[in-house]
């Protein structure tokens, strides 16, 4: 932006020339513009969920000793990790920390939890009752969070699962329970343990994969259908497969695998999503 200013002296004319930048503005505008459209918030229907509630004077003690969180905190819900005492998954979950503690689950696992945790409540007087839930899932910044209630204008839940699996944070079903270790599923123990708090049903495995491990294998996630064997350069089968999910004409493969070239068929095939990055 340019101005042009004229004044006279001595019967001559002079001038001023003020030149003014908006590109400090401009620049602003856009980083505040690019900030924004980093900020991506969105919300999923969550159909087979259930919803588990435990009561009794004790139920936080109870609780406590069988999840990987710590429900002890002032936090409103909090993401913890069901385990037996080999440190298998029993299944992920979300528990909402009012005078009940309220564990949100998919539905085919709910059962086997409620299995497990039964063998436990009787000894803290509690009471566990599960039922339908209305929950929905929401993603900002990459972040996934479960709540409960209802709201309009929702994704689907297959792009909710999609997602899951991209950022490998899936929730167990059924199919999966107690079949795999945390690593193999690629949770990140931030997300869902405490190492501060005392001890739970495969706190000392979860203890050892921590410290320990040595972190030969990570998960990717291929999308290709029917992939059963991951073969290295010469042929040698590699890794372990952890599951199968088929999402409308999708299908994708997560396995458990050194950081190698990945071979099927003698051909070289890459992942869509890979904790080696």
Known sequence: FCSVFR?????????????VSFMPLLD??????????????KYYQLRDYSLMTVKGERSYE???????CDISSQQEKVDGLFCDEKGYVIT?????LEEDIKILIKDDVAKILENELSKYSK?????????????????????????LGKKDDLLSQQEWDREQIL?????????LSCKHRSTQFGYTFKDFVSFEKGCYRGQEVIS???????????CVVFKQKGLEILNDSNGRK???????????KEEFVQFFVEDLNFYHNDKIIHPVASQWV
């Open 123 to 147: 000894f803290y007087k509690c009471l566990i009752k599960t039922n339908k839930a209305d929950a929905f899932g929401r993603i900002s910044n990459k972040v996934f969070e479960k709540c």
């Open 208 to 218: 050892r994969l921590n410290y320990l491990a040595k972190n030969k294998r990570k």
């Open 28 to 41: 602003l505008k856009f980083s505040f513009l690019n900030n924004m459209s980093s900020i991506t918030e």
């Open 92 to 96: 992920n979950a979300t528990l909402f």
């Open 167 to 175: 950022n490998f944070c899936i929730d167990i079903d059924g199919q």
């Open 62 to 68: 109870f609780i406590q000793g069988q999840v990987s």
């Open 7 to 19: 004044y006279s002296y001595d019967d001559k004319n002079f001038f001023i020339i003020s030149v």
């Open 238 to 248: 590699i890794g372990e497969k952890i599951f199968t999910k088929t999402l409308g």
